[in-house]
């Protein structure tokens, strides 16, 4: 009688550890999965950063380009109307 109820409570005890180890594994899964999740979600931010950053810079450069066009546009009108100034001062002057 002794050796069966021995023999149920050993069968007993592997049981709860089959179930711990069980618990174990999903709890580690669980966690492996999250610790996964937090990377691809900080990957995920950094590259939308990076996009956010190479966008800005692409729309600086665009904004720097138009400038310059149109500063060398105005210097280029200046310099005609002094060049037409010049002209008719030189016609009108003996």
Known sequence: MT????????????????????????????????????????????RRKTHLKERENAKQTLLDSIKRDTDRQKEMRIHIKKQNQQKYRASILP
């Open 3 to 46: 050796i069966i109820i021995t023999t149920i409570a050993i069968i007993c005890i592997q049981f709860f550890f089959f179930i711990q180890e069980g618990f174990r594994e999903r709890e580690e899964q669980r966690r492996k999965l999250h610790h996964d999740r937090l990377v691809a979600d900080q990957q995920l931010e950094e």
